[in-house]
């Protein structure tokens, strides 16, 4: 009876461990991850916010934790007086119909003026103040200037206009249009005077030292230069994409 002879199976291919991927590839990774998410997340804000009212913000909980409470209304444009939106472009950028976000010209001279002088448009202000936080720092700097071109080509400029003014301070723990109007001047937002507007426009640059329902004399002399700025906007056409 012949033998039969069992032949010897191959052994197993050898187990080759998957490759380890290194910390900074997995650091890089979770950071693009990170930053696609707060992009979408202000991508839908941004959506958002063109055409419902902003809640609140950064900055307003902070002063309502610090003040224990603040004054804020939100209102529609039609409920604003047209003298506001004129003055608080004569008062803060006055070529806001003219610019995609920023005013390159002011840049450029605050730059030539080292510095001291400012720059900010009415658009990045908004976007301070609705989407981020107050201070100064680089990166704010820098989230400023990827989030305002975006509000620039999603929201019409009326918008970014109207949302200013509802967000706005205009006195310590006053917040917007409406509750400004209400507690300075005993009005609606609806009912400014042109005389009215342009004090409350003349504190935005420090409203929680400027009065406006007690001038004193620089309130005074900016609510007349903002007057007469109003008046130029109106009649020359800056003041075309938010007023019929």
Not at 57 to 66: A, D, H, P
Not at 80 to 89: D, H
Not at 108 to 126: F, P, Y
Not at 132 to 153: C, M
Request: net charge positive; proline share 6%; aromatic share 8%.
């Amino acid at each position: 009876m012949a033998k039969t002879t069992r032949k010897k199976s191959a052994p197993p291919p050898p187990v080759v461990a998957a490759p380890v991927r290194s910390i900074a590839a997995r650091v890089r990774f979770w950071a693009l991850r990170g930053l696609l998410g707060l992009a979408a997340f202000y991508g839908a804000l941004t959506l958002i916010f063109a055409v419902l009212p902003v809640p609140t913000n950064i900055y307003q909980l902070q002063e309502s934790v610090r003040l224990g409470g603040i004054d804020r209304d939100w209102v529609g444009w039609d409920e604003i007086a047209p003298e506001m939106a004129l003055s608080v472009v004569a008062a803060e950028d006055a070529n806001f119909c003219l610019h995609w976000g920023f005013d390159m010209k002011a840049i450029r001279l605050a730059i030539a003026e080292g510095g001291n002088r400012g720059a900010s448009t009415l658009s990045q202000q908004t976007v301070k103040n609705v989407f981020l936080w107050h201070g100064r720092s680089w990166l704010r700097k820098a989230a400023e200037g990827v989030l305002t071109p975006v509000v620039e080509l999603v929201w019409t400029k009326r918008r970014i206009l109207h949302v200013y003014m509802n967000v706005a301070e205009f006195g310590e723990g006053v917040f917007g249009v409406e509750a400004a109007a209400q507690h300075w001047f005993g009005v609606s937002a609806a009912d400014l005077t042109p005389t009215q507007a342009a004090r409350l426009a003349a504190v935005l640059p420090d409203p929680k030292t400027r009065n406006p329902a007690n001038p004193g004399p620089l309130v005074r002399r900016r609510t007349a230069s903002i007057l007469s700025g109003a008046e130029t906007i109106a009649a020359d056409g800056r003041a075309s994409c938010f007023i019929d």
